[in-house]
């Protein structure tokens, strides 16, 4: 009888254990897409929330947690727009952080300090320094096109 060697059966198992739940967080993902297109913000904002607590550095994630942000924002009263266009701005710029090449994430954080008052954290010149860094990406992607 051949026995398995016990660190070699240890380390399976927490491998095994410790594996992160794709398939949660693709639920997570799907019902936040979903909840989005429905309208339901505030809801799809918690589900890429859970999604972002499995996978902090995906980009897409906290773009998407960003636009559910601002829709809250853009739909609510005064106090509800301030303190979501602070959360707003925070996850657009984190995406960019994650993933520089992140052009949705980058031309909606550019989109923003554009159109944001100043005391909402807008920032025309900041803007037009991403809009430079969004055209070298564009044409970047043209480019490998060819």
């Not at 995906?58 to 301030?82: M, P, Q, V």
């Not at 989109?111 to 807008?122: I, K, Q, R, S």
Request: proline residues 3%; aromatic residues 10%; glycine residues 8%.
């Amino acid at each position: 009888m051949k026995f398995i060697n016990p660190v070699a059966f240890i380390c399976l198992a927490l491998a095994l254990f410790a594996a992160p739940d794709s398939s949660a967080d693709h639920a997570a993902l799907d019902a936040g897409i979903s909840a989005y297109e429905d309208g339901n913000y505030k809801s799809a904002a918690a589900s890429f929330r859970e999604a972002i607590k499995a996978a902090p550095q995906d980009s897409s994630l906290h773009h998407w947690l960003g636009k559910c942000y601002g829709r809250i924002a853009e739909n609510g009263n005064w106090f509800t727009a301030l303190s979501h266009a602070g959360k707003t701005l925070k996850q657009f710029r984190k995406a960019v952080e994650l993933d520089a090449g992140n052009y949705e994430a980058l031309r909606d954080l550019i989109d923003y300090l554009e159109t944001a008052p100043a005391f909402m954290g807008g920032n025309r010149v900041e803007a037009r320094q991403l809009r430079r860094r969004l055209e070298v990406l564009h044409y970047a992607g043209e480019a490998g096109n060819d």
